[in-house]
Each structure stands twice: as structure tokens, then as C-alpha cells.
């Protein structure tokens, strides 16, 4: 009997799949962070909850977790778990997160499932590479917008993935001489961080460390008082900052560190200051300056980070101007 109501059920799920008008089902406010009801896959009504887990009152981050009681027993199994690193919980023989997406909405709170139709191919690239540089291990994770995660553990090779839209979450990359590198990227656009379009059928490349661009903003413009904060950033052309990027052992070393000099923009060149930053503030932390109140208009700030056989020195350099500064030969319109 067991057998038959689980063949039965994932008759049911399978079926449910090629149906994407599944109605939205209302859901009722157990707690602050807990949303129960109903959900339809087929025709058939399944016992769902879903829990905000980093209490943001969304109920579809990153964190949060939904549940389904696909066999009717009055106790819920994990569908997906959106904030695991690795591969999703298995329901029944299958990776229930690669079936399913979930559309939720508000005042008042509906969702339903929506299956997910064909499964497309992906292909890891490393451009920036250096051509002697051999690495002995990769370990990529992308992530979709429904909270699919799929691992990458080679470069140029197709690997199956389910249709959707995806980002990098994380990468580990060592090299043959021992050095690793572990690089996390946080979502700082949600309109362009999905940026790897799966399609089905289709191989898509995906650059892994692809347009990341060293910049910097100046915080505060206090030469009288002898300061000068910059925040530095690493931000991806398609809106990941680089949150985390650990070289080596778990101790940071020079190359896990960016490097920068506020140089006089003269012929000499001179170097009012260095300093150096780390990623211990969930990025890269601020750099203050000491400019021994000095009021030169025209001062550099110059970048420096290795990242090694991952792409060499990146470099950046931006003019620091005081307020009020004019080039040469210009008047302040008045």
C-alpha cells in the first residue's frame, strides 16, 4: 500500500510538471516567520510551510525554507533549502529543487509551484588564467534565482543544469603548487546578478571571475583635518561584489590583500601615503589615510591586487580631488 500511494505520488508530481496553471493557493501567518497552507500540483493538494529564516519578512531569500508533505503524513520534507552551499536535499529519488520553482505573493500571502521545463548545459571558463598557470582542483557553485545550486568541478566542460536564470555564490581554486583561492560573491543587483541564462538544449559558457572591476569611493573629502577614508570595493560587471577572497592558508597573506598609495600628482610622484585592506569586513574595509594636512588639489589614489594565476595584478587609479579644484586654465562658473 506504501508503494502504490508513493507511485501514485510521484505520478502525480511528474504530471504536475508538464502543467504549469497550477492556481496560487492562500497561505495563513502561523508566526512572524512561519507561513502554512496549502499547495496543488496536478489537482492534488499537498500540506506546504515556509519559514523565514533570516526574519526579513520575505519568505523567499536566500535563507528561507520551504516544506511540503508530499506524502500526506502530517509531517513536512524538505523541498529546498535555498541557504545550503551544496547540492539540495533528495526527495524520493530526485532533486525536488530542480522541478520546482516558487512564486509567492502578498497582501495576502499566495504561492504555487511552477515545474520547470527542459534542462540546458553549462560550460566553466577562467579568461583571465594566466597560460602557466595549472590548477589542480575547482570547486564552483552557481545559484539560481528558484534556489537551484549546482557544483562545477571542471573548466570546459558541459555540465547538466536545470533551465533558469543563475550567479556565482562561491569558488575554490587551487593551484598545482599548492596556493588556493576562495572567492565569495554577494548580490549586490538583483536586476543584473542573474546574469548566466540557461536555456534548454543549449550550452552556455560561463566566466567564472568574469568584468571584475577594482574601485574605489571616496568617504570623506577632510583634508584640513588630515584624513582621507576611502572604501574600495571589487564589483563584477554584472552586479556581484567580491565579498570574500582568502589566498593561501586560512592567515591572510599579501596576496589576499589589497595595496594603496595616495600619491602627489607632480613630477615627482611621492607617496603621501600607504596602506593596505583586507576582506575582514564582509568586503573590503575601508582605507583612512593621512595626508599630514597636506591641501594638494591634485592627488592620486592607486590599487594594487594580486590575485595571482587567476589573473595577475589588477590595478586601479582615480584622481582625488579637493572641493572646489578647477584644472588649469578653467574658471568656476558662477
Known sequence: MTRLLGCLVLAAVFTGMINASEPFSPLRAEDVDRLRGRVSIDGREFAMELVDRDQDGVFAGQADRLLIDFDDDGRLHPLREKYATNRPLRL???????????????????????????????????????????????????????????????????????????????????????????????????????????????????????????????????YFKGKLTVLPSFVTDTGLTLVDCRVGQLEPSDESRLVASLVGNDDAQKVVDRRSSGFACGSLCPLVFETHDLIDPQMDLVLKFDIGPLGGVIRHSAPVRSTGYQPPGKTIKR
Open 92 to 222: 524520493r529519488g530526485f532533486d525536488a529543487a530542480e522541478h520546482f520553482e516558487l512564486q509567492l505573493l502578498e497582501n495576502p500571502w499566495r504561492a504555487r509551484l511552477i515545474p520547470i521545463q527542459g534542462m540546458g548545459s553549462v560550460e566553466a571558463r577562467l579568461d583571465g588564467l594566466q597560460e602557466d598557470a595549472v590548477l589542480s582542483k575547482l570547486t564552483a557553485t552557481l545559484v539560481s534565482k528558484s534556489g537551484i545550486h549546482r557544483t562545477i568541478d571542471s573548466l570546459h566542460e558541459a555540465i547538466s543544469i536545470p533551465v533558469g536564470s543563475y550567479r556565482p555564490e562561491e569558488v575554490l581554486i587551487e593551484a598545482n603548487d599548492g596556493r588556493y583561492w576562495a572567492i565569495g560573491f554577494r548580490n549586490s543587483d538583483i536586476n543584473l546578478a542573474y546574469s548566466i541564462e540557461i536555456t534548454k538544449d543549449q550550452l552556455t559558457p560561463c566566466e567564472l571571475l568574469g568584468g571584475l572591476n577594482l574601485t574605489a569611493r571616496v568617504a570623506a573629502r577632510d
